[in-house]
């Protein structure tokens, strides 16, 4: 590995805070996620098609998540791609609480093809399931109110309601999404979020008659003018793959069904196979929204035993947030890092990247530390964040219930 600046220029200081931050608010997603399992756990399609929208990290615009552009109703609109929601929105005229975006506020009134969902819909009822909050009547007209809270304090917050819109190509008539008025929380300068979940109201379930249930996505680095995809149904001759697919059952969680559940039976370390008696048992949830990888405490603590055993000779450098393993490597220009992979049911495995190894808190690289996190305790749920599945063509088949992982080069300029 190549130490090489992230070309953050003179925002050094306020980055490295706004780093702090947004890894604490990771922090508070992960709790929220927990929460949830805890919580709950007391048609065919025709004429598929697909559709290829670029897709970048959000950095530009002061997330760790990465985005897309679609156009809502004829205007463009970019927002935050996440595997771990349901309800796509964006922030919406007359907006009575708005945080700042990048681009224009979306205009219903300035869409012909826009309509409100009237609170006795099925659509309006199918709140609950999705977003675990029920859809509210309102007043002139009885339209029907959503609410979305997120795991660190971020919640949206208006109109339930649908018009055209277009995924690449691909258009999509009376798809339904939250028209935000009240919006609060760390969503960068993005116009909202993209909801690839399962419920009946995500991105997924409404196209599912146009891409059969499927998608796929290779997350890039966060350099400058670094571009991947998202990929919308099966067409894999978009693909560019350096390896062949290796594919997982996704487990089925009846009361936790909106979430992509996969089991992770195995991590090695360079080469080294790690022991620990909770693989194969261990459900493990696969979130595009979360950024560092959380693994069960015994695990985490194999894994970084071995890492430095393997990553020896270097000085250490003091944590950063919730990452423990950290080194100061400013004086070397090149050194070996430990190879990482996690191995899960029927023999799927998904090597991480390089890119997705070491987290660079300082770009001297005089503070730069192991990319993954212990959970507090062993009966939480492991989460595979998206810096780990960097340079991955990571393929979701809902209608086959498989996730597959490749190995692409995303991250070329």
Same mark, same amino acid.
């Given at each position: 590995?190549?130490?090489?600046?992230?070309?953050?220029?003179?925002?050094?200081?306020?980055?490295?805070?706004?780093? $702090?931050?947004?890894?604490?608010?990771?922090?508070?997603?992960?709790?929220?996620? $927990?929460? @949830?399992?805890?919580?709950?756990?007391?048609?065919?399609?025709?004429?598929?098609?697909?559709? @290829?929208?670029?897709?970048?990290?959000?950095?530009?615009?002061?997330?760790?998540?990465?985005?897309?552009?679609?156009?809502?109703?004829? @205007?463009?609109?970019?927002?935050?791609?996440?595997?771990?929601?349901?309800?796509?929105?964006?922030?919406?005229?007359?907006?009575?609480?708005?945080?700042?975006?990048?681009?224009?506020?979306?205009?219903?009134? *300035?869409?012909?093809?826009?309509?409100?969902? !009237?609170?006795?819909? !099925?659509?309006?009822?199918?709140?609950?399931?999705?977003? #675990?909050?029920?859809?509210?009547?309102?007043?002139?007209?009885?339209?029907?109110?959503?609410?979305?809270?997120?795991?660190?304090?971020?919640?949206?917050?208006?109109?339930?309601?649908?018009?055209?819109?277009?995924?690449?190509?691909?258009?999509?008539?009376?798809?339904?999404?939250?028209?935000? @008025?009240?919006?609060?929380?760390?969503?960068?300068?993005?116009?909202?979020?993209?909801?690839?979940?399962?419920?009946?109201?995500?991105?997924?379930?409404?196209?599912? +008659?146009?891409?059969?249930?499927?998608?796929?996505?290779?997350?890039?680095?966060?350099? !400058?003018? +670094?571009?991947?995809?998202?990929?919308?149904?099966?067409?894999?001759?978009?693909?560019?793959?350096?390896?062949?697919?290796?594919?997982?059952?996704?487990?089925?969680?009846?009361?936790?069904?909106?979430?992509?559940?996969?089991?992770?039976?195995?991590?090695?370390?360079?080469?080294?196979?790690? $022991?620990?008696?909770?693989?194969?048992?261990? *459900?493990?949830?696969?979130?595009?929204?979360?950024?560092?990888?959380?693994?069960?405490?015994?695990?985490?603590?194999?894994?970084?035993?071995?890492?430095?055993?393997?990553?020896?000779?270097?000085?250490?450098?003091?944590?950063?947030?919730?990452?423990?393993?950290?080194?100061?490597?400013?004086?070397?220009?090149?050194?070996?890092?430990?190879?990482?992979?996690?191995?899960?049911? #029927?023999? +799927?495995?998904?090597?991480?990247?390089?890119?997705?190894?070491?987290?660079?808190?300082?770009?001297?690289?005089?503070?730069?530390?192991?990319?993954?996190?212990?959970?507090?305790?062993?009966?939480?749920?492991?989460?595979?964040?998206?810096?780990?599945?960097?340079?991955?063509?990571?393929?979701?088949?809902?209608?086959?219930?498989?996730?597959?992982?490749?190995?692409? !080069?995303?991250?070329?300029?």
């Amino acid at each position: 590995m190549k130490h090489r600046d992230y070309c953050y220029g003179g925002r050094d200081k306020d980055w490295n805070k706004l780093l $702090q931050r947004r890894l604490i608010l990771d922090e508070f997603r992960i709790q929220s996620l $927990q929460a @949830r399992i805890k919580n709950k756990a007391s048609a065919k399609p025709q004429d598929v098609s697909d559709a @290829r929208i670029p897709l970048t990290s959000g950095v530009e615009l002061g997330i760790l998540n990465y985005i897309v552009t679609v156009e809502m109703g004829g @205007r463009k609109m970019t927002v935050i791609v996440d595997t771990g929601s349901d309800l796509t929105w964006v922030q919406c005229q007359p907006c009575k609480s708005c945080y700042d975006q990048k681009e224009p506020l979306f205009n219903p009134s *300035a869409s012909t093809s826009y309509q409100t969902v !009237s609170c006795n819909s !099925s659509e309006c009822q199918s709140l609950e399931f999705a977003t #675990g909050n029920t859809g509210v009547c309102g007043e002139n007209p009885p339209t029907c109110n959503y609410v979305v809270s997120y795991g660190d304090g971020s919640y949206t917050s208006g109109d339930l309601a649908n018009d055209h819109l277009n995924l690449g190509k691909t258009p999509v008539d009376k798809f339904i999404f939250g028209c935000g @008025r009240y919006n609060k929380g760390l969503f960068g300068g993005a116009s909202g979020l993209m909801g690839l979940g399962r419920s009946s109201i995500s991105l997924v379930s409404q196209t599912s +008659a146009i891409f059969d249930g499927f998608f796929s996505y290779c997350l890039p680095s966060t350099e !400058s003018g +670094a571009s991947g995809s998202l990929v919308l149904g099966g067409n894999s001759s978009v693909y560019n793959t350096s390896s062949p697919f290796s594919y997982t059952r996704m487990i089925p969680n009846p009361k936790l069904s909106t979430f992509y559940f996969l089991n992770l039976t195995g991590v090695s370390v360079g080469g080294v196979t790690l $022991q620990d008696s909770s693989f194969g048992k261990t *459900a493990m949830l696969i979130d595009s929204g979360t950024v560092i990888t959380r693994l069960p405490p015994t695990i985490y603590k194999a894994l970084k035993a071995e890492f430095q055993k393997q990553f020896t000779g270097f000085p250490t450098a003091p944590a950063f947030s919730i990452l423990d393993t950290c080194f100061n490597l400013s004086a070397y220009q090149e050194v070996d890092v430990p190879t990482l992979k996690l191995q899960f049911e #029927g023999n +799927a495995e998904m090597n991480v990247d390089i890119t997705g190894v070491f987290y660079f808190v300082k770009t001297d690289a005089s503070q730069v530390c192991l990319a993954l996190a212990s959970l507090s305790f062993e009966d939480e749920t492991g989460i595979i964040g998206n810096y780990q599945q960097r340079n991955q063509r990571v393929i979701y088949d809902t209608k086959e219930s498989k996730l597959g992982f490749a190995q692409e !080069s995303c991250s070329f300029t």
